[in-house]
């Protein structure tokens, strides 16, 4: 099992890897002048990974993060997990 985060949630998703004595991974996110993101995962994934993020403002991120679960199933993982603290729209 692999833990990956964006930047914006690093230092929690360090203490998560040291807690669980799992493997951490950087999400590398390039945003391009129009807007667009360009996400780079670790080439070779296991079956199972774990993504941390914390979705609030959440409108941009969520495009990210569908992006990076498309992104680590065509790399190998059979099986994604999201960790966020904070979970947009379950207000409405």
């Known amino acids: 099992m692999l833990i990956l985060t964006f930047s914006d949630y690093l ?12 493997p951490l991974q ?4 390039h945003r391009f ?3 667009e993101s360009l996400l780079r995962l670790p080439t070779a994934l296991p ?4 993504i941390c ?3 609030n ?4 991120k969520l495009i990210e993060l569908l992006l990076c ?5 065509q790399l190998g993982a059979k099986r994604v997990t999201l960790v966020a603290p904070y ?4 207000r409405q």
């Open 69 to 73: 679960v498309k992104t680590a199933r």
């Open 33 to 35: 002048p129009d807007g």
């Open 53 to 55: 993020r914390s979705l």
């Open 26 to 29: 950087e999400v590398c996110l």
């Open 11 to 22: 230092p929690q998703a360090q203490r998560l890897a040291s807690a669980l004595d799992m």
């Open 47 to 50: 079956e199972h990974v774990l």
């Open 87 to 90: 979970l947009c729209y379950m």
């Open 57 to 60: 403002q959440p409108n941009d």
